[in-house]
């Protein structure tokens, strides 16, 4: 492989992609053209609109990773059973045109992931951990053993959170939604408490009618709640006391207070760090 190389993170909502040059990032691009949203446009389309002209004459070669490699993608990739060492990971590629890959998403008996375990191989390198936490839609709780990803648990709380607010009788009527850290930490605190949802979910909307929780702020209220319990849940079903979290700055901030609260200690890596180190890696590993 020559000295250039391109890394797309392509999601189900967003395509995104770097542009390196002799190890330098040189162009990216972002645009809402997440496999989910592809409406009269094929992913092959799409690729050669905006990632071919990067490529100019030569076959650059792309590393793509991400929901692109599923069902509703460019071409279904088989999931990589866990445990799998990162080594496992960037040999197993598939190559969807010449010197295009898409990276194996990871299975174990209960979970997938696409598009983390690019991140992990990053991370495990920039930050090595035994558990790493990826906050997101579907949160994953991962665990390492011996440099190997031994397996890892999926926690729904992003997508949880938006059915609540966009779809239930919580988020019926509600005007337009505020930051509010005084009620995040009590939501927080009350899914540490009580990790198990089913009885505590429509506080969200009785401590609203009853003028405990202004309107504004049930969004932050419900995100602490559900954070809450998902950081309670996996760490007694884990037994961690350390962890990294991996993702973006904000998300991360809410997830470092839960952990605090919880007497576990955490770091803390960029998503996008993590992920471009591991496409370099894995370009690296097949020079």
């Known amino acids: 492989m020559n000295a250039g190389y391109i890394a797309i993170d392509w999601g189900s909502t967003h395509l995104r992609a770097w542009l390196y040059r002799d190890g330098q990032c040189v162009d990216s691009l972002q645009q809402p053209l997440g496999v989910s949203r592809l409406t009269e446009q094929t992913p092959r389309q ?3 609109k905006y990632i071919q002209p ?11 990773a991400g929901m692109i490699g599923s069902d509703a993608g460019w071409h279904t990739v088989p999931y990589l059973p ?7 990971i960037g040999a197993q590629l598939f190559e969807i045109a010449p010197q295009v890959w898409i990276v194996p998403g990871l299975k174990t008996a209960r979970s997938v992931m696409r598009g983390e375990e690019t ?3 990053g991370a495990m ?8 936490v990826m906050p997101g839609t579907h949160s994953k709780w991962v665990q390492i053993h011996e440099g190997s990803v031994s397996g890892f648990t999926t926690a729904m709380t992003g997508e949880l959170h938006h059915l609540l607010m966009n779809h239930s009788l919580i988020g019926k009527g509600l005007p337009e939604q505020h930051d509010n850290d005084a009620a995040f930490n009590t939501g927080l605190q009350s899914g540490l408490d009580s990790p198990s949802l089913v009885s505590r979910l429509f506080e969200a909307r009785a401590s609203r009618v009853l003028g405990d929780l202004p309107p504004e702020c049930v969004s932050e209220w419900l995100s602490g709640l559900l954070i809450g319990a998902e950081v309670a849940a996996m760490s007694h079903e884990l037994a961690v006391k350390h962890v990294t979290l991996v993702g973006n700055e904000s998300l991360c901030r809410r997830y470092r207070q839960a952990l605090a609260k919880a007497n ?10 993590a992920f471009q180190q591991g496409i370099r890696s894995i370009i690296d590993a097949r020079r």
Do not use: K, N
Not at 54 to 64: F, G, K, N, T
């Open 46 to 48: 799409v690729f050669e």
């Open 119 to 121: 991140q992990l191989i």
């Open 82 to 88: 866990c445990p799998v060492t990162l080594h496992e």
């Open 125 to 132: 390198q920039l930050a090595p951990a035994d558990c790493y």
């Open 264 to 273: 576990i200690a955490s770091q803390e890596i960029a998503g996008d760090a």
């Open 54 to 64: 990067w490529r100019d004459a030569q076959d650059i070669p792309v590393i793509m």
